[in-house]
């Protein structure tokens, strides 16, 4: 499967941006979905994740109750609902898959889209 991020920007803090991820090349409802973050000179961290079916999800706790994970299998796509945002959500998001893994590694996900760059300025 083929990922593509996107909704990146720059937003003032306690703004909201919501990013995409639309998937190709493979059955999308078959994937496990995840959002990891990157920022300079830190490692790559879990987000956020959802189901095949979308049924269940799981926050980090740095967002939860800010951020809010969906999908549209029909679209082939999920999504990263994220308000109030602060400068230390700045970072590069990505969107990644794999078919049987649910959790919070980042090693565990087979399938990375290239990233899209949230800017958060106080």
């Known amino acids: 499967v083929q990922l593509q991020a996107s909704g990146g920007g720059l937003v003032q803090a306690g703004g909201s941006l919501r990013l995409s991820c639309v998937a190709s090349?493979?059955?999308?409802?078959?994937?496990?979905m995840g959002w990891f973050r990157q920022a300079p000179g830190k490692e790559r961290e879990f987000v956020a994740s959802?189901?095949?079916?979308?049924?269940?999800?799981d926050y980090a706790d740095s967002v939860k109750g800010r951020f809010a994970i969906s999908r549209d299998n029909a679209q082939n796509s999920v999504y990263l609902q994220m308000n109030s945002l602060n400068t230390e959500d700045t970072a590069v998001y990505y969107c990644?898959?794999?078919?049987?893994?649910?959790?919070?590694?980042?090693?565990?996900?087979?399938?990375w889209g290239q990233g899209t760059q949230v800017t958060v300025s106080s």
């Open positions: 990644a898959a794999d078919r049987w893994y649910s959790g919070r590694f980042r090693r565990q996900y087979n399938y």
């Open positions: 090349g493979s059955t999308f409802s078959s994937y496990i």
């Open positions: 959802i189901t095949r079916s979308g049924g269940s999800t």
